[in-house]
């Protein structure tokens, strides 16, 4: 592993405890909520979704969503529903993921597509996108509506615009960015900008943490990329180099492909078609990565978005929620140290 994945001080790691700490009674409200809306009389329903929901994930979006009404000081429960609307659609798409990328282990577990097959998976993603819009509904705000609907749109878009540039070595870092802006970033941001909505403050708030949500997810989706190549099981809560074996062309492969020798260039094209996908071949290509600087220029475009996530919350006062949102943008780029 190069020198650049360690962390070079001493201090103590970025954490997601404090956001934690700020939201523990609200993500309580919210827990209710995906327990209460994720029954159904079709007993598989439950029983799959609470197999993903249950299966250790952080929560970070909903989280954001309780986070950012603290820094708003608002005082009503409207986002309880909100965020676990929130947490819903990214459950689905999670879902349909598995299924598109034939997936094997999330978060360290079986898939529910490897458990029940891939009909049941696309199927209950389909239930619980419905039931995040009735939560949506329910809330009653045309505005709020509008927000996640469209981020729901963007993120299937930048999933169909991801499956099409899948074994496309050639894809360009423009397009790569404007898929994971879409994949990833749109429902950070709109998980954000949410809470602005239902405390009623101006426009320049809600785009304040928009655009808060938006670069914190194109951060934590760089570092993703990078350290699927350079992590370990445990860390991904996936399989090491599934991208790789997959043939999804993510950024370090962009940047080592264009810096690449002619030969670096072949491995690189027969890797994406499939050709070259043993644990030898990872090997090779995580050298290449490195040997290129494709990884630590990856991890260097991660801190510059997290840095413009940070910045977006300069208007806002200090308090424990402004700066447990902004341990978050330290956390997410940590974790590839």
């Not at 798409?93 to 009909?119: E, F, K």
């Not at 009653?140 to 993120?155: D, P």
């Not at 220029?297 to 996530?309: E, N």
Request: charged residues 20%; hydrophobic residues 45%.
């Amino acid at each position: 592993m190069s020198a650049t994945l360690h962390r070079l001080d001493a201090g103590p790691a970025p954490s997601l405890d404090p956001m934690l700490r700020l939201v523990a009674h609200d993500m309580n409200a919210v827990n209710s909520v995906i327990l209460g809306r994720m029954q159904s009389d079709v007993p598989l329903i439950p029983e799959l979704a609470g197999h993903l929901i249950a299966g250790g994930g952080k929560r970070m979006r909903p989280m954001l969503t309780l986070a950012c009404a603290k820094l708003l000081d608002y005082p009503g429960t409207r986002h309880h529903k909100l965020a676990a609307a929130v947490e819903f659609i990214h459950t689905a798409t999670l879902l349909h993921d598995d299924v598109v990328d034939g997936s094997d282990l999330r978060r360290g577990r079986r898939t529910a597509n490897i458990i029940w097959g891939n009909p049941a998976s696309v199927l209950v993603g389909d239930f619980l996108f419905s039931r995040s819009f009735e939560l949506m509904v329910e809330d009653g705000s045309l505005r709020v509506l509008r927000i996640l609907s469209n981020a729901s749109a963007v993120i299937a878009e930048g999933e169909v615009n991801q499956l099409t540039a899948q074994r496309q070595v050639e894809t360009s870092e423009e397009r790569y960015l404007s898929i994971i802006h879409a994949k990833t970033a749109a429902l950070f941001a709109a998980a954000c900008r949410i809470a602005a909505v239902v405390a009623e403050r101006p426009e320049a708030e809600e785009l304040a943490l928009d655009a808060y949500g938006r670069n914190l997810g194109i951060a934590f989706q760089l570092v993703d990329d990078a350290i699927d190549y350079s992590s370990d099981e445990a860390t991904m809560g996936k399989g090491v180099g599934d991208d790789f074996r997959d043939g999804k062309v993510t950024l370090p492969v962009i940047l080592a492909y264009a810096r690449g020798s002619t030969a670096d260039r072949a491995f690189w094209r027969d890797a994406m078609m499939g050709h070259k996908s043993s644990d030898a071949d990872l090997v090779h290509a995580t050298q290449l990565l490195r040997t290129t600087g494709a990884l630590d220029d990856t991890l260097a475009q991660a801190r510059h978005y997290g840095q413009r996530a940070t910045d977006a919350l300069g208007g806002f006062p200090a308090s424990a929620a402004k700066s447990a949102l902004t341990e978050a943008v330290a956390f997410a780029v940590a974790r590839a140290y």
